[in-house]
């Protein structure tokens, strides 16, 4: 059962920063839902340096034409230089969740 949604993955420095993403993704219906998960810890190399950080993982549903929407929001509203937005496809699911998914983002 393929389908046109996706799943994107966001981290964000903070909670903060993270509900504020997520209200405007949901608000606008670029988004049908935005999970928040705190406590992510993220090793990561930036400018040459190794990095230790704590994140928050914004967990993203939407449909897979809102892409280059969210990348706009989320380069717009995040602080980082080079925010992580990937996409990973939804291939399957509950019928009912994910026709509900279609409904919340058309």
């Not at 509900?19 to 040459?48: D, T």
Request: net charge negative; aromatic share 6%.
């Amino acid at each position: 059962m393929a389908t046109n949604l996706v799943t994107l993955l966001c981290t964000c420095p903070d909670t903060a920063c993270g509900e504020r993403i997520a209200a405007v993704l949901v608000e606008k219906r670029l988004a049908a839902c935005v999970n928040l998960v705190p406590g992510v810890r993220s090793f990561y190399r930036w400018q040459g340096q190794a990095r230790d950080d704590q994140e928050i993982l914004l967990i993203i549903k939407t449909a897979a034409g809102h892409f280059d929407a969210i990348e706009a929001l989320v380069h717009k509203l995040h602080p980082y230089d080079v925010p992580e937005l990937i996409a990973l496809p939804i291939t399957a699911g509950a019928r009912s969740y994910l026709d509900w998914l279609r409904a919340e983002t058309s």
